[in-house]
């Protein structure tokens, strides 16, 4: 009878505790920053993540394919980001034992091209430079506001509309923008400006870029066949001016340059009126560095009084001890 009574009293809280670890898996959702105490779940393995054979929730492939016409930093980028698939997540981790959102792109980044972006994924979307969905392309940032305030998870774009990021419930995986989730967190797209550098030229993707230079004529097109340029010019035929010489001519070019503003001065009562008056400020800076000047001087000298002083204080004071005591 006790033991039905006591199963019978143990039944809500059994029931509360299902409740409760429910509520905790649903809370589980792929947003870095939704919390910070959400447990990881590992991920069944990396080589199955990286193989293909595993799939996420949302049937996302898991394969990261890394193609030999993408530029070498490309490539560099979406070799790293292999590296890391099934990786558990860890708040604040930055290490194959644990890594959260932004510590993930961080990592990639800085091992695969040594460019270290900021640590958190609000900063790094104030780091990049803004762009449009359309514009993606590997290696470009993706954001998504997953709580109530501003930018909260992060994901690199590796091709075919899908990011790699660490989720919360299952650590880094491959997911697909398309997915209900992920089209409603959006935030925005942005592209690392020095991973860009490195490559352009390297591809043809220049996307959100305009030639500004289209549709206008070369004006060195219309210079004569065979005649050099200036710069040519001097490089081919250097001009050697002895140090005294270029000593004299710059002295003879302030020279002249005086007597053109003394004559502009002169014919212009305004401005020989303002060089008055900066002439008068001069001599007062000059008279007030001066006073300045002799002040420091007799403090050096009091300075030096008080000491020979104090030594002879001392020395007095020695000698009447001495006395006293011998």
């Not at 809370?27 to 393995?45: E, N, Q, W």
């Not at 590296?83 to 959260?100: A, F």
């Not at 009084?305 to 006293?324: G, N, P, T």
Request: hydrophobic share 35%; with cysteine.
């Amino acid at each position: 009878m006790t033991t039905n009574r006591f199963l019978f009293l143990a039944m809500p809280v059994r029931l509360t505790l299902c409740l409760f670890v429910s509520a905790l898996m649903v809370a589980g959702l792929s947003g870095c920053g939704s919390s910070r105490h959400v447990s990881a779940k590992r991920v069944s393995s990396v080589g199955a993540a990286v193989s293909g054979k595993g799939s996420g929730a949302s049937g996302a492939s898991q394969r990261i394919d890394v193609s030999g016409s993408l530029p070498a930093e490309t490539r560099s980028l979406l070799e790293e980001a292999r590296r890391w698939m099934g990786t558990s997540y860890r708040y604040g981790g930055s290490t194959r034992s644990g890594v959260d959102c932004s510590g993930l792109t961080s990592q990639i980044f800085v091992n695969a091209l040594q460019i270290k972006l900021p640590r958190s994924s609000a900063q790094q979307s104030e780091y990049c430079r803004r762009i449009d969905r359309s514009e993606l392309m590997e290696g470009d940032l993706v954001f998504f506001r997953t709580g109530s305030k501003g930018v909260s998870h992060v994901g690199m774009y590796v091709g075919d509309g899908r990011i790699i990021h660490s989720s919360t419930s299952r650590g880094v995986i491959v997911s697909s923008l398309d997915e209900s989730y992920y089209r409603r967190t959006y935030h925005s797209s942005g592209r690392v400006e020095r991973y860009y550098a490195m490559i352009s030229g390297k591809t043809g993707k220049n996307k959100g870029k305009t030639d500004k230079n289209k549709g206008k004529t070369d004006k060195r097109k219309d210079k004569p066949a065979g005649a050099p340029d200036l710069k040519q010019r001097m490089e081919e035929s250097p001009v050697s001016v002895p140090a005294e010489d270029l000593d004299r001519l710059l002295a003879g070019v302030s020279r002249k340059v005086s007597e053109k503003v003394s004559e502009k001065v002169a014919a212009d009562p305004k401005a020989s009126k303002a060089v008055s008056v900066a002439a008068d400020l001069t001599a007062v800076a000059s008279a007030a560095a001066d006073k300045e000047k002799a002040a420091d001087r007799v403090r050096k000298a009091l300075e030096k009084k008080r000491r020979d002083l104090e030594d002879i204080i001392d020395q007095k004071v020695d000698s009447v001890i001495s006395d006293y005591f011998d």
